[in-house]
């Protein structure tokens, strides 16, 4: 699990929690990768299981931080392994995920510049952020032969004839432009992410408006969220 905090000098404050999907291959086999896709919010996320996050984790860390004289100011993700309900830190990021950001945006109803805003002005204390309630996933297609060797400079079409809208967005993560045409610069290329009631409609939004695209030189996982939804 991804655990989000935004930190200021006096505070810090949640900044919702997502599964990232890190294995190449369906059902989480094949070689790491920096992420095939994620989904938010997470069901691991009690309100038990945080309490021992920020205590055991987040809280002590800043503080340390504070007292080397190197206050942490920003974004702050914490990987964590959760193990018979209790969480354990596998690493520190020093930003917002990549694919576990655009799921966040997503759900986020607040107006992220003000959130920002405050947080330079060390104001984020008692700040309250809304949150939607659907559900959000992100469907990472890439180009062939990641996380190895893998295609380059192959060219996108049909990517102008997908609608996007409040609840569907394309984000950009390794294309380019050249004479009004979208190429593959190669690794993750695009993120497909929908919002909706539940994370079956949401994840099957993004796999219809993959289809519209026609690029043979891409890849993706059908089945971000796999272990959730087939608990359900």
């Not at 987040?58 to 018979?84: N, R, V």
């Not at 809304?130 to 060219?155: F, H, L, M, Q």
């Not at 009004?180 to 949401?202: E, F, P, Q, W």
Request: net charge positive; charged share 25%; aromatic share 10%.
């Amino acid at each position: 699990m991804s655990y989000f905090v935004l930190v200021d000098k006096n505070s810090y404050c949640f900044f919702g929690a997502a599964q990232d999907h890190k294995r190449v291959g369906e059902g989480d086999t094949g070689p790491n990768t920096g992420g095939m896709g994620a989904y938010s919010p997470t069901p691991l996320l009690t309100k038990k299981l945080e309490k021992k996050i920020k205590k055991k984790i987040i809280e002590p860390t800043l503080k340390s931080m504070k007292k080397l004289g190197q206050a942490y100011e920003g974004f702050l993700y914490a990987g964590l392994m959760i193990t018979k309900g209790e969480p354990y830190l596998i690493e520190y990021n020093i930003r917002m995920g990549d694919p576990e950001c655009q799921v966040l945006m997503m759900r986020l109803d607040s107006d992220l510049l003000k959130i920002i805003d405050r947080a330079t002005k060390n104001k984020i204390q008692n700040l309250k952020i809304k949150w939607s309630r659907n559900k959000s996933i992100t469907t990472v297609v890439c180009a062939k032969g990641y996380p190895s060797k893998y295609i380059k400079n192959s060219e996108i079409r049909n990517i102008k004839n997908i609608f996007t809208s409040k609840n569907f967005q394309i984000f950009h993560a390794g294309t380019y432009k050249n004479k009004n045409k979208i190429y593959s610069s190669g690794g993750r290329v695009l993120n497909m992410t929908s919002s909706a009631n539940n994370l079956v409609n949401a994840r099957q939004k993004n796999l219809s408006n993959i289809k519209k695209l026609n690029w043979r030189d891409g890849f993706f996982r059908k089945d971000i969220g796999w272990r959730i939804i087939n608990k359900k």
